[in-house]
Nanobody
Framework: QVQLVESGGGLVQAGGSLRLSCAAS????????MGWYRQAPGPQRELVAV???????NYADSVKGRFTIFRDGAKNTVYLQMNSLKPEDTAVYYC?????????WGQGTQVTVSS
């Protein structure tokens, strides 16, 4: 059973930075893909940034140039560096991992950006 544990959320002023961490119970390079999604109040969860096991990345247009996804294989941890935060980035951020046909989610961490 894969477990994903997020940390690093919090309250920050617009223009500030936060770094989210996602620690996985397994070897992250064994996952097909890992990344971050977010959900503002409402039913839809949107992709923020993902990275394949080969290192390819994909970002939502709204965060390109501001957010960076990277990993530390030795720590089995994926990070999301968020700079130039905007109030519209406020959401619960979820770590996501795909292993074969299975998808795993973390419990989420709240990010609140004040104007």
């Amino acid at each position: 059973q894969v477990q994903l544990v997020e940390s690093g959320g919090g309250l920050v002023q617009a223009g500030g930075s936060l770094r989210l961490s996602c620690a996985a119970s397994g070897t992250i390079l064994s996952f097909n893909r890992m990344g971050w999604y977010r959900q503002a109040p409402g039913p839809q969860r949107e992709l923020v940034a993902v990275m394949t096991n080969g290192g390819s990345t994909n970002y939502a247009d709204s965060v390109k140039g501001r957010f960076t996804i990277f990993r530390d294989g030795a720590k089995n941890t994926v990070y999301l560096q968020m700079n130039s935060l905007k109030p519209e980035d406020t959401a619960v951020y979820y770590c996501n991992a795909i292993l074969g046909s299975r998808t795993y989610w973390g419990q989420g961490t709240q990010v609140t950006v004040s104007s």
